[in-house]
């Protein structure tokens, strides 16, 4: 079952690429996918939810359905949210990239519908197991270190810094560039092709987010603090 979100995002990556083996072997192969794909983490199918919720709003031609897909992208958002909390950047960047659509307040608000029954869903988790709509598992930790960690800025996360962030991109320990260097072609696809393009902007907006919250967190490799 923990495979299944890595086999879903290499289906969908070929479908994209018109059948481009070697860019759906990049992912699958040369990139952090194909551990994770064999772990018990949901750090893949968050990222599988919230890259299925982009899709559904903008991989597709604009017409009479596309408030149901709208609608699907938030609700899709929202379970990738709901897994993993900082999936919650990628959703809230996504309704607002919807904002700089034709139609923008009717898409926002069908974003927005998709996505309110998962939100009150995992609202009433917190407050029927932690007692409070806004207490997070993640806050709760029992390690003395780990709540310490969990305690600093807003959800652990701070300002971040330069050192975090190499650890997280460059380091011969962790860093993401430094095991999958394929991924710095993709910085080239990064920049919004056209200009004006609100699905490019997404791309880049969310990417550079969640590069800094993760290099304000101590815990950016996901587990114990340093």
Do not use: K
């Amino acid at each position: 079952a923990v495979s299944i979100p890595a086999v879903v995002l290499g289906f969908v990556l070929l479908r994209r690429c018109h059948g481009d083996a070697l860019a759906a072997a990049s992912l699958l192969f040369a990139t952090p996918v194909l551990v994770y794909s064999t772990l018990f983490f949901s750090h893949l199918a968050a990222a599988t939810l919230l890259y299925l919720a982009y899709l559904a709003a903008f991989d597709q031609p604009t017409g009479s359905g596309t408030l149901r897909r709208d609608a699907l992208a938030g609700a899709l958002a929202g379970l990738a949210a709901f897994t993993e909390y900082p999936a919650l950047i990628g959703t809230a960047l996504l309704g607002a990239a919807l904002l700089a659509t034709p139609d923008r307040f009717r898409r926002v608000a069908a974003y927005v519908a998709g996505g309110l029954p998962i939100g009150l869903a995992l609202a009433l988790y917190n407050r029927v197991l932690f007692g409070s709509v806004f207490t997070l598992s993640s806050g709760l930790e029992e390690h003395p270190l780990l709540a310490a960690q969990a305690a600093r800025g807003l959800f652990g996360v701070s300002v971040p810094t330069v050192e975090q962030v190499g650890h997280l991109l460059i380091s011969p320990s962790r860093g993401l560039l430094f095991f999958s260097p394929v991924l710095v072609f993709g910085l080239v696809a990064l920049w919004p092709r056209p200009s004006r393009s609100p699905a490019g902007w997404f791309r880049l907006a969310f990417v550079l987010a969640l590069v800094l919250a993760l290099g304000g967190s101590p815990m950016n490799h996901g587990g114990w603090g340093t």
